[in-house]
């Protein structure tokens, strides 16, 4: 009796968990709240962010995912323009490239969710596509250079604000710098500190 009972509390657990992974993973602002004013929007490296405790002064939301490419992004962009952010905080990119999607599909896929945040009034800021760390990711290296030249270019043609972390943790010949991730493509405390200090007069 008591094995059953185990048994049936542990399928139980098993179905609860499968639930728990079909379902949306990204933040959601509690109803009857204000509007964000500030979304972060991207992948894992978003997502690791603690940004609210950066910034305890903003109404801010992560809408960080792990495993998210630029498709992901699209086909939710109904609800995230649903959510009304002031203005949105955008990278994404590095797991299409590592998924061994090209440079330019990337890059379309980018300028569109751009397009549909300022086709809905919101002010996007263009973040670069972070480096990975060249023991890790290769070759990555090289494509993450060739997307953010496209990204940049496209910024200043749109006249969009563009931040570009890359400089400040990265080099030419590693990529990612070790003391900056953990893992080659996350990042480490000292990364987030720098990218908040690098975000606090656009977003201050």
Request: glycine share 6%; charged share 20%.
């Amino acid at each position: 009796m008591l094995a059953k009972s185990f048994y049936a509390c542990l399928l139980s657990i098993c179905l609860l968990g499968l639930s728990a992974m079909t379902q949306p993973v990204c933040a959601q602002p509690k109803p009857g709240l204000a509007a964000p004013e500030v979304m972060m929007l991207g992948d894992s490296i978003t997502e690791a962010g603690p940004w609210q405790a950066l910034f305890p002064k903003t109404r801010m939301l992560n809408r960080g995912v792990s495993g998210y490419t630029t498709h992901d992004l699209l086909r939710e962009m109904t609800a995230t323009v649903a959510l009304r952010p002031a203005k949105v905080f955008l990278m994404i990119g590095i797991n299409d490239l590592l998924r061994h999607a090209t440079v330019e599909q990337t890059f379309k896929q980018y300028t569109l969710i751009v397009d549909e945040l300022q086709k809905n009034k919101i002010t996007v800021v263009m973040q670069a596509t972070l480096e990975c760390s060249r023991p890790q990711c290769g070759n990555a290296v090289e494509a993450v250079r060739a997307l953010n030249q496209k990204l940049q270019a496209f910024a200043q043609v749109r006249n969009i604000q563009w931040l570009d972390l890359n400089p400040g943790l990265a080099n030419d010949e590693q990529g990612l710098l070790p003391k900056y991730t953990w893992d080659g493509l996350h990042l480490s405390k000292p990364a987030y500190l720098y990218w908040a200090e690098r975000l606090k007069s656009l977003i201050q």
